[in-house]
């Protein structure tokens, strides 16, 4: 993903982790009262966010149309917190834009990758990503129940403060100490014990990854894309419409299927 081991941590459900983060991000920008977010986001983002406003007074959830989210950054903005990639159409963000311009502006991004982590070539750091989260049973291969991970860049991780502070992410965590001092680096986020038994079977689902590169496995996603919509488009084209043939990246993979003749 473009990270360094020390960045990424397993650990929790999806929606805790995005929890943590968004309430580290909104934190760390004291003063600022706005999350900035698209319409449409994936529904359990908002929901975490949603969550979050509940428990800070004079904090806003800012909720815009795709198109507007660069133009709408500014001196209030806490958090830009986006989906990478739309779960329904297949679209993705330009992320290293809007990371620059949500830094110009001086908030953080949060990125919900679930619906690109091992299936899209990501590079977190060569972006400017500052926090991101995906989930580990869809393309990570760990099934239902999967814990997820969470990604912290280095340059932030001891000036930010997970509100969720538990054992595990304890300074000392088997001294058992009365009061909560955070660990250094990354693993300050985590909160619980985890369950080994999903850690092992995420563990397994992620071996299927060794040696292949992220470059090859998406070539082969959108190459398998084509040739399903193609075949459906010769078989039932009258009767079916794809919804998401506006997508810049489908449409290149469905141009790129006309010169090919049968599956790689």
């Known amino acids: 993903m473009g990270a360094e081991p020390a960045e990424l941590l397993i650990a929790d459900s999806t929606t805790v982790c995005l929890f943590k983060l968004l309430g580290a991000a909104v934190a760390a920008r004291p003063g600022r009262s706005t999350i900035l977010t698209e319409q449409g986001n994936f529904p359990t983002d ?54 620059a311009a949500a830094h110009a502006a001086g908030a953080l991004t949060l990125w919900d990758l679930s619906h690109s982590a091992g299936a899209t070539q990501l590079d977190l750091n060569g972006s400017g990503c500052d926090l991101a989260v995906g989930c580990g049973y869809k393309y990570l291969n760990g099934g239902p129940g999967a814990p997820a991970f ?82 459906v488009e010769q078989g039932c084209g009258d009767e079916l419409a794809l919804a998401s043939r506006g997508t810049p990246r489908l449409a290149a993979a469905m141009s790129a299927s006309h010169t090919r003749k049968a599956m790689p």
């Open 46 to 99: 908002v929901y975490a966010a949603e969550g979050l406003i509940r428990l800070r007074p004079g904090l806003e959830l800012k909720v815009i149309p795709a198109a507007e989210l660069a133009g709408a950054l500014d001196e209030n903005t806490a958090a830009l917190f986006l989906t990478h990639v739309d779960y329904r159409s297949g679209a993705r963000h330009d992320m290293e834009a809007l990371n």
């Open 150 to 231: 969470l990604f912290v860049a280095e340059q932030l991780q001891d000036s930010l403060q997970s509100p969720l502070s538990g054992w595990m992410g304890h300074a000392s965590p088997f001294d058992f100490a009365s009061s909560y001092s955070p660990a250094s680096g990354i693993n300050r986020f985590l909160t619980g014990t985890p369950s080994i038994l999903a850690l092992a079977a995420l563990e397994g689902g992620l071996s299927a990854f060794e040696g292949v590169s992220m470059a090859a496995i998406e070539a082969k996603a959108e190459a398998i894309t084509a040739f399903f919509i193609d075949a």
